[in-house]
């Protein structure tokens, strides 16, 4: 029996993804036929779904909801200003024509930039400006494509929307997720300067490992100083907008 259950639930997932994935049906309706279906084929009678499943389930992310619309407010406001594209372009000409540097520049931007940033518009607005900046210069497709995807993703650790559906959705304290994502903002970007070097050489560029070594420990002094910062800040604003929802709650 129970065999037959996960394979239904591995079946509905599924179809769900393909239909979502083909545009046959919109991920707002396909994730609550989803929540309904999924503990209907655990065993969950049909009342007990309406009532806790998605009566009080939508509740229960009230404050991850909150600090996703306002997020998103700001990521659609930094793109429609033009900030985002003016930013990046202001740092490739401050950064010359030098690969290594402009490359370094260009990863730093995109990890400031998702902090705030999100969604699939975000990354299609700053793709667009930062990868002609990179193969203008000489940058390798495949170093180009790393360089943005690792920026995402370490720009991603810091961002305060993620946050908070660590805190809401796993009911992790604030100090658990600054401690873990300060470990992992450290050595993504560690391992990330470490690429640029590496396959900036393959491309055939002439690296001064020296100079770039001098260049990595002032910039990880920096780097680190402004993380703190940056942490502290991301904790305060979790710790405000739970706030905000508790008092929402009870009034």
């Known amino acids: 029996m129970e065999s037959i259950q996960l394979s239904l639930l591995l079946l509905v ?10 545009r046959k049906i919109p991920a707002l309706l396909a994730l609550p036929l989803l929540a309904f279906f999924i503990p209907l084929i655990s065993g969950v ?8 499943v998605l009566g009080n389930g939508a509740t229960r992310l009230s404050e991850a909801y909150t600090i996703a619309i306002f997020g998103s407010m700001l990521s659609i406001m930094m793109q429609k200003t033009g900030v985002a594209e003016s930013f ?8 010359g024509d030098k690969p290594w540097a ?6 730093l931007l995109i990890i400031l930039l998702f902090t705030t940033l999100g969604g699939l518009g975000a990354i299609i607005m700053v793709s667009t400006v930062v990868l002609p900046i990179l193969a203008s210069v000489g940058v390798g497709p495949v170093t ?4 943005f995807l690792t920026g995402l993703s ?5 961002n305060v929307g993620n946050w908070a559906v660590y805190t809401q959705v796993l009911k992790l304290q ?9 470990i992992m903002f450290v050595l993504m970007f560690i391992i990330a300067v470490v690429y640029i070097t590496i ?4 491309d055939g560029h002439d690296i001064n490992f020296m100079k770039i070594a001098t260049y990595v420990v002032g910039l990880a002094v920096v780097v680190f100083w402004s993380g703190s910062f940056i942490f502290y800040f991301l904790q305060q604003s979790v710790i405000l907008w739970m706030r905000y929802s508790l008092i929402s709650q009870l009034y």
């Open 154 to 158: 370490i720009g991603g650790i810091l």
């Open 88 to 95: 990046i372009k202001t740092g490739a000409e401050l950064s």
């Open 13 to 22: 997932f599924l179809v769900f993804v393909v239909l979502m994935f083909l």
């Open 102 to 107: 402009i490359s370094l520049v260009m990863l």
């Open 45 to 52: 009678n049909i009342v007990d779904i309406f009532t806790y």
């Open 144 to 147: 180009t494509t790393g360089i």
């Open 174 to 182: 604030v100090d658990e997720v600054q401690s873990f994502a300060l």
């Open 199 to 202: 396959q900036l050489y393959k």
